[in-house]
């Protein structure tokens, strides 16, 4: 059975870094990308970027490039999102997904950034 | 920078049929942006139904289908279930692998 299993739900205070994660079992880790997804509170998906977890090639949405940054490591099937300075509009719940055409979704985690 | 556009709501009723659509604000969807559809219902996340335009995933209910219409991508309900309450979201490819964009989504309610 696929899996992507997310980190917890985490909350930060402004500034802080941050680095969630995104564990795949059941198929080929190395073989399909995987992507990031952003749901702001009561608001759409955006997508955020992706990682190919073979070679770590890793492609930004321009809405997000230098905001974040993505990584992956393929020892132990996981991949990343992680945050040097979080602002409270990064506050919202992140998922992430795989598969031929993304068919297989984390339960997503919720990241909360107040003072 | 790119948009796409879903309709923001749509009403259908029990047993009815209901489309939704997708479209790009840089001119017609066709099958090269690779139309993709999910499913998310409240406090779930997104659940993929439709990829390449029309393809069905293992588990997408037959009553789903998608398809290319007056120059968008389109999502069509038929036999419409109460379960199918939820919001739907559109995904189109414009290329790289990092240009990828949802549309707003669709509120279907079903009453």
């Known amino acids: 059975e696929v899996q992507l299993v997310q980190s917890g739900a985490e909350v930060k205070k402004p500034g802080e870094s941050l680095k969630i994660s995104c564990k795949g079992s059941g198929y080929s880790f190395t073989s399909y990308w995987i992507g990031w997804v952003r749901q702001m509170p009561g608001k759409g998906l955006e997508w955020m970027g992706i990682i190919y977890p073979g070679d770590s090639d890793t492609r930004y949405s321009p809405s997000f490039q230098g905001q974040v940054t993505i990584s992956a490591d393929k020892s132990i099937s996981t991949a990343y999102l992680q945050w040097s300075s979080l602002k409270a509009s990064d506050t919202a719940m992140y998922y992430c997904?795989?598969?031929?055409?993304?068919?297989?979704w984390g339960q997503g985690t919720l990241v909360t950034v107040s003072s | 920078q790119t948009v796409v556009t879903q309709e923001p709501s749509l009403t259908v009723s029990p047993g009815g049929t209901v489309t939704l659509t997708c479209a790009s604000s840089t001119g017609a969807v066709t099958s090269g942006y690779y139309p993709n559809w999910f499913q998310q219902k409240p406090g779930q996340a997104p659940r993929a139904l439709i990829y390449s335009t029309s393809n069905k995933h293992s588990w997408t209910p037959a009553r789903f289908s998608g398809s290319l219409l007056g120059g968008k991508a389109a999502l069509t309900l038929s036999g419409v279930q109460p379960e199918d309450e939820a919001e739907y979201y559109c995904l189109l490819y414009y290329g790289g692998a990092q240009d990828v964009v949802f549309g707003g989504g669709t509120k279907l309610t079903v009453l």
């Open positions: 997904a795989s598969g031929d055409s993304f068919d297989y």
